[in-house]
């Protein structure tokens, strides 16, 4: 956790850097890809495609994944103790992966559906517009793009998107409302770091669902103190997505585009 008030503020001003940061590389590692592959004028198509190629998801992942993880590491090494995994509460153990892995299993499955269950009434084909950025993420893929897809999502996306969002956010969020008690404290800096969680996806439909998911994750990793639990929470929530959608199954969201 941030020493300071200031540390954390510089925390929460490199993690947004970092996210402007990943989403310019997204669409720069697109781009050179592109290029090669002689469709650099198509660039913009393909990735508002609802089914785009594998190549541009991948891309898009890696230069995501270069932003974050530069402002963790940049922010561990300049406000913190220079050791990420310490600064970040990156550490595992055997039961987070039982615990967290049901936890986010029954978001999907459960918490999920009784979230929408209201707006069910009230938005037409909630079911398909709540898939669609799970399917530009994976809708399109078979055999061994889909099972390198799946596995980004499921075992790289959550630890990238974790020490993020549950690490360097939450924990910035928590130094800075400390002072509103040990109670109010911890709530305020849960309920910010779920919205923004949310609000960083940019699917306005599924920021209710995303922002309590993301709240779900910093209980995990706000009472255990790692992020062992939500990095599993965050796995299993993806994985279900995915095997869902293999069986052609409406109404997942959560995946990160």
Not at 227 to 236: E, I, T, V, W
Request: glycine share 14%.
């Amino acid at each position: 956790m941030p020493a300071s008030g200031r540390d954390a503020a510089a925390w929460l001003f490199l993690g947004l850097v970092g996210f402007a940061v990943g989403q310019l590389l997204a669409l720069l590692f697109v781009s050179v890809v592109a290029a090669a592959l002689g469709e650099l004028g198509r660039v913009a198509a393909l990735t508002a495609a609802a089914e785009p190629p594998g190549w541009v998801v991948v891309a898009e992942l890696l230069g995501l994944w270069v932003g974050f993880l530069g402002a963790v590491v940049v922010a561990s090494r300049t406000r913190g103790t220079g050791r990420v995994a310490r600064d970040m509460g990156l550490a595992i153990r055997p039961a987070d992966l039982v615990v967290g892995g049901a936890i986010g299993a029954a978001c999907q499955l459960v918490l999920i559906p009784v979230l929408y269950l209201p707006l069910r009434a009230l938005i037409p084909h909630l079911d398909r517009r709540l898939s669609t950025p799970a399917k530009h993420l994976t809708g399109g893929f078979h055999g061994p793009e889909l099972a390198l897809i799946g596995f980004l999502t499921v075992a790289v996306v959550p630890v990238v998107e974790e020490l993020l969002f549950r690490g360097l956010v939450l924990r910035a969020l928590l130094r800075l409302a400390a002072p509103a008690g040990r109670v109010l404290g911890p709530a305020l800096a849960v309920v910010g770091t779920g919205i923004l969680f949310g609000l960083a996806h940019a699917e306005p439909l599924e920021l209710l669902g995303l922002a309590v998911l993301g709240m779900v994750l910093a209980v995990l990793a706000w009472r255990t103190g790692r992020l062992g639990p939500s990095m599993a929470a965050h796995g299993a929530f993806n994985l279900v997505a995915i095997v869902t959608l293999a069986f052609g199954t409406a109404g997942v969201p959560g995946l990160w585009r």
